[in-house]
Structures are given as structure tokens and as C-alpha cells.
């Protein structure tokens, strides 16, 4: 079962030429199109399927700077403010709000952490409460349980994964962009060592600037042009429930369960970190430098099956330019759930918020989520390539810092002050498989 989404009218035509295209709509895409087509940049934003339909509509929906690498924090912290601004500039209903984010615990070394963090954040101008044993145990009284504290971040908020990329693809359109969806990339032109088209199954777009935001498979993708990005995916499995008959956190995160109030009033339920890890070739090839990521992971980790070897997204395949590529093979990756952790994750819910006992399972979906080894993204130029920018990796964390990843991708391509530090997410950090310290949240 697919993950709700809604679905929008695209633009008609594809244009001979555009100063940018931005290859995938997902999230980080669709904001870099929307920041860039805003400042007067004619661009085009091509999906091989429907927009925001792989993990961008896949995910919690948190919008979070709670427990942030110190290196992503900058981009959070921009985003949210970005994510209330685009709806009172554009008009349109991403879902998001500032309802906090609640985190309850019973692990001491756990609540360590989160103070650790809470100090830090601190210096970063950010605010977020320790909770004591009393006010956690208050907060989340729904739960029947005592707990022995917790945190609460009450700037951080939530937006619906179904609602918020088709929403920032009409305003594309509105300020002069154009969104072509069932459009694959096939790969890209070159004159002169720089970019200078890409040619997609629908026909080639003359340009010299193209942003890569293709999610899973982008790494497949950067291969075809000798361009080596360590990236791996593991299969995450969540579902939704109907709306319950009592009041509950709008968002909260235990260690056995995280809930999420979606806009119609239902709930989606998770577990934190739980998924499957599908072998593939590029996983394979990768291995070295994921080792430490896995490792540090692995009780949350679960060995996978065939499921991403035959989805595609991550193939070892050269393709031809005048031929159907992998991409149109699998227009949308909707993998199969993992049946077993769905129904474990019901359970859990249910036995920790007794109200959930009378709520139904509304819907149940698998994505993929894509990794860096230091589980950063890359933003930015890749050396040797001008004119080709990747934005991918986001390690789980894209929905929350699209707008601040679009905006950051909008301001290298048109030279203007960044807005945030870009060098964190420069892709030379990986040069000769060094991958950097591996985040800890």
C-alpha cells in the first residue's frame, strides 16, 4: 500500500532550454526549484513518477533542530522559519505547525545525552526544555506510566509528508517554474567538460546548470558519469492509524514507539531507527565506508531480501541515453512493508497509549531511506564536473530541512551569500573514501 499523496496538474510542454534543472521531486527539489524560480531563474523540475512520491511522502512528517548534528543544526534551524514563511508567501498548505516535539524517556544515559545536547543548543540560540521526572511524567499522562524525564521542544514542529511537496510544486509553477512529472533523466550532455543538457525521455533540455535531488537512486546516477557518492538505503516500514477518541501528543518519541498527529487527525506510528538492509551491489561496493554507520546502528538494523536488488535504485548498471533506463522500469520505489514490524509497531502503540486499542490501521507503507557514511548530506558542486550540483544524502533528515537545503542549492547557483556554512556539506569530504565522524543523532 502507497503512502497518501496528493496529486497535482503539471505543466504541459517541457522546455527546449532552462538555466536549471533539477532532476527529482522530492522535497529538497522541489524547494530548490521553487527558491530558485522565485529569484527570476527559469527552471525546470523533472520526476521520473509523481512528485513527492517516494520517501518525501514516506516519513514522519518532524520538522526538528531537537538532537541535530551540530553540523545540520544551522540548516534546521532555517528551515523552520522557512517552512512558516513559504505558506504565507505562497498560500498554500504544507501542514506545517510549531506543536513541539516531546521526547520521554526511562534510560538514564539516554536523558544524558539529550542534556549534553540541550547544553549546546543553547550556544546555538536554540531552546529546549529537560523535562523532570514530575513534568515528564505529566506531559505524558496518556501513556499511564511514569517516566523518569524527558525533553520538549517547543519551537520544532510538523508538516504532512502528503500534502507539503505537491503544495511547493504549484507555487513552482505559479512563480514561473515548470514541474514534469513521468519525465525521467536519463543521464546529461556535455560540452566543453561542463554541462549542457540533459536528456530525458521526453527530449533534451538545453542547459548548463542541473541539480541532481534524486534521492535513492542518485548515487546510480552520478556512477554513469564516473562520479563515485557512497550512499546506501535501508527499508523503513510505518503506518497510520484512525483518528483516536482521546487526546494525545501531537508528536512524541519513546524509545518503543514515536507517534505523529496527522492533519486529518489520525496517526502515524514508527520506530525509531528500525529497518531492513537490503543487499545490493551498491551496497556491496560501499561496504568499507558504511561499516561504522551499520555498526553503531546494528540493534536497530535487521538483515533484509531481494526487495532493493530488485527495485533498481541502486544498480551497478551503465544505461544508454536513447533507451528506457532503471528509472522508468520503477517509476516510484513503494517497496513492500515489513509485515512483521508493522504489526509489532501496532502493538507497541497499543500498549503504550491504551487509547490507541480502539483505533483501526488505516494504511501501512515502506520507503527508502538514503545515507551518507557520516550520515550528512551533500550540497553542493562536484569537483571536475561544472555545472552538475548533487543534493542527496539526506540520511532520513530531508523532509525537515528541504526548505533550507532548496534555499542553500538556490543560493550557490546564483552566487549570493549562503545561507548557512556549505562547506559541511561539501561532497570532496568523501575524496579518496574518507567519510567523516558518523553523526550521532
Known sequence: MSAPLQKIQCSQKLPASADVVVIGAGVVGAFAAYYLAQRGVSVALVEKGRVGAEQSSRNWGWCRQQNRDERELPLATASLDLWDRFGQESGEETGFRRCGLFYLSNDEAELARWSAWRDFARGQGVTTHMLSADEASARGSATGKRWKGGVFSPSDGTADPSRAVPAVARAI????????????????????????????????????????????????????????????????????VTAPGETLPDALHTADVSITKRGDGSYTLAISGKARVDPTLQQLRFSREFIPMFAKRWASLAPGDLTGWRAGHETLATWQLDR?????????????????????????????????????????????????????????????????????????????????????IADLVTGRTPLVDPSYYSFDRFSGGRAGRVSDF
Not at 358 to 386: K, N
Open 173 to 240: 509553477m505559479r512563480v514561473g517554474g515548470s514541474v514534469h512529472e513521468m519525465c525521467a533523466a536519463r543521464g546529461l550532455e556535455f560540452e566543453g567538460g561542463r554541462v549542457s543538457g540533459v536528456v530525458t525521455e521526453a527530449g533534451t533540455i538545453r542547459t548548463r546548470t542541473v541539480v541532481m535531488a534524486g534521492g535513492a537512486w542518485a548515487s546510480s546516477f552520478c556512477r554513469q558519469y564516473g562520479i563515485r557518492f557512497p550512499q546506501a538505503s535501508v527499508r523503513a516500514s510505518i503506518l497510520s
Open 324 to 408: 528506457p533506463t532503471p528509472m522508468e522500469a520503477n517509476r516510484i520505489l513503494d517497496p513492500v512493508p515489513d509485515r512483521k514490524q508493522i504489526d509489532e509497531t501496532y502493538r507497541r502503540a497499543c500498549q503504550l497509549f491504551p487509547a490507541f486499542r480502539q483505533t483501526t490501521m488505516a494504511a501501512h507503507w515502506a520507503g527508502y531511506i538514503d545515507s551518507t557514511p557520516d550520515g550528512i548530506p551533500v550540497i553542493g558542486e562536484v569537483a571536475g564536473r561544472p555545472g552538475f550540483i548533487l543534493a542527496a544524502g539526506f540520511s532520513g533528515h530531508g523532509f525537515g530541512i528541504g526548505p533550507g537545503a532548496g534555499h542553500l
